[in-house]
Structure formats: structure tokens, C-alpha cells
């Protein structure tokens, strides 16, 4: 990937694109995953909350189906949709209740069988909210007037409770001025 490797990671575990594959990008944000997986030929449903970041994502991958959503709502796809489904920076924004609310959506609209990657703030990613701000709940912080969770092996494993992971990884990202540490999880639907 342009300046991300992950996808690159991910892709080699999913393969090659299939006709009846399509995934579903949560937080998509201004398209930089987007664009890889459409260049690389998958179909794919981009869905973002901000509508101005759904119209950048159209600007560099126009061949996604765009849709306007809120994670922390139910989603608006039947059970069993997808047998990809991606999300990447977009699920720790919340109480821990509607993080795992958020979560059991993702389970319901995989197929069997399907693959899982999530990447989530590390509770080591000092530079981006980790310390020094005010804790509102368990590993819940607030950012700037922004809510922020940080998760430990412990927490990340709770959330993926009902999932096969087949790996769980803290990473450190380049993408932004200061490094980044997430936990990058690659994982199967049960």
C-alpha cells in the first residue's frame, strides 16, 4: 500500500479478489484503504459517518459503493452479507457497550468462514491520547473533547471473543506526523 503497508498484510490472507466477494470498509474515512482494495479488484461498500469524507473517498475510488452510516447504529445489511469486512481505526470511539454492540453488527452481517481485520488504538500509543488526558471509563479517555479508547491484550481479547484470530499484533504506523501503535487483528467469523 501507498504509505500503509496493512492491506498488504490482509490481502495475502484473503487472496486473490472473487467475483462473489465484496468488502464492506467501515470507516473509511477519505478512501486510502478504498482505493487499494478497488485498484486490486474487489468490490467494495465503503461507509463512513462524515459525509465530506465519503465525498474524498469517491474522489480517489469512484468504483465503491458509497454509504453514509454511524458504526454505534445497527447496520443496515442482512445477516451473513459479507465475507470481508474491514475495520480499520474506526471502533474505538465509544463506551464500551456500544463498542461490543458495534462489534456483534459486524458478526451478524459475516458469512461463516469470512475474514475480520480491525485495527484499534494500543493502550502504548502515547502519542495520540494513551496519557495525559482525562480517564471517562475504562481505558475510555477524553481526547480533546473527543472520547478515545486505548485497549490492552486483555480488552482487545474481549472484544474478540466469538472470533478465530489467527493474529493479533501491536503495530506502530507511519501514517501521521508521530508514530502510531495499534493492535492490527486479523480474524475469522466461527
Same mark, same amino acid.
Given at each position: 500500500?501507498?504509505?500503509?503497508?496493512?492491506?498488504?498484510?490482509?490481502?495475502?490472507?484473503?487472496?486473490?479478489?472473487?467475483?462473489?466477494?465484496?468488502?464492506?470498509?467501515?470507516?473509511? &474515512? #477519505? !478512501? =486510502?484503504?478504498?482505493? %487499494?482494495?478497488?485498484?486490486?479488484?474487489?468490490?467494495?461498500? +465503503?461507509?463512513?459517518?462524515? @459525509?465530506?469524507?465519503?465525498?474524498?473517498?469517491?474522489?480517489?475510488?469512484?468504483?465503491?459503493?458509497?454509504?453514509?452510516?454511524?458504526?454505534?447504529?445497527?447496520?443496515?445489511?442482512?445477516?451473513?452479507?459479507?465475507?470481508?469486512?474491514?475495520?480499520?481505526?474506526?471502533?474505538?470511539?465509544?463506551?464500551?457497550?456500544?463498542?461490543?454492540?458495534?462489534?456483534?453488527?459486524?458478526?451478524?452481517?459475516?458469512?461463516? &468462514? #469470512? !475474514? =475480520?481485520?480491525?485495527? %484499534?488504538?494500543?493502550?502504548?500509543?502515547?502519542?495520540?491520547? +494513551?496519557?495525559?488526558?482525562? @480517564?471517562?471509563?475504562?481505558?475510555?479517555?477524553?481526547?480533546?473533547?473527543?472520547?478515545?479508547?486505548?485497549?490492552?491484550?486483555?480488552?482487545?481479547?474481549?472484544?474478540?471473543?466469538?472470533?478465530?484470530?489467527?493474529?493479533?499484533?501491536?503495530?506502530?504506523?507511519?501514517?501521521?506526523?508521530?508514530?502510531?501503535?495499534?493492535?492490527?487483528?486479523?480474524?475469522?467469523?466461527?
Amino acid at each position: 500500500m501507498k504509505d500503509d503497508p496493512w492491506l498488504d498484510r490482509w490481502l495475502e490472507v484473503m487472496g486473490p479478489p472473487r467475483p462473489d466477494l465484496t468488502v464492506l470498509e467501515l470507516g473509511c &474515512g #477519505g !478512501g =486510502l484503504d478504498t482505493e %487499494v482494495l478497488v485498484e486490486t479488484g474487489y468490490g467494495v461498500i +465503503a461507509a463512513d459517518l462524515s @459525509e465530506p469524507q465519503l465525498r474524498r473517498c469517491e474522489q480517489v475510488a469512484p468504483a465503491a459503493r458509497l454509504v453514509l452510516l454511524d458504526v454505534r447504529e445497527p447496520l443496515p445489511f442482512a445477516d451473513a452479507s459479507f465475507q470481508a469486512i474491514m475495520a480499520s481505526l474506526c471502533l474505538h470511539y465509544f463506551e464500551w457497550d456500544r463498542t461490543e454492540r458495534a462489534m456483534g453488527e459486524i458478526h451478524r452481517c459475516m458469512c461463516t &468462514g #469470512g !475474514g =475480520l481485520a480491525v485495527r %484499534v488504538n494500543s493502550t502504548n500509543d502515547v502519542n495520540h491520547g +494513551a496519557v495525559g488526558h482525562p @480517564e471517562i471509563g475504562h481505558l475510555l479517555y477524553d481526547v480533546d473533547g473527543r472520547h478515545k479508547r486505548f485497549f490492552d491484550r486483555e480488552s482487545l481479547d474481549r472484544l474478540l471473543e466469538g472470533w478465530h484470530v489467527s493474529s493479533a499484533n501491536e503495530m506502530t504506523m507511519g501514517r501521521w506526523e508521530l508514530p502510531k501503535v495499534v493492535w492490527e487483528v486479523f480474524a475469522w467469523k466461527r
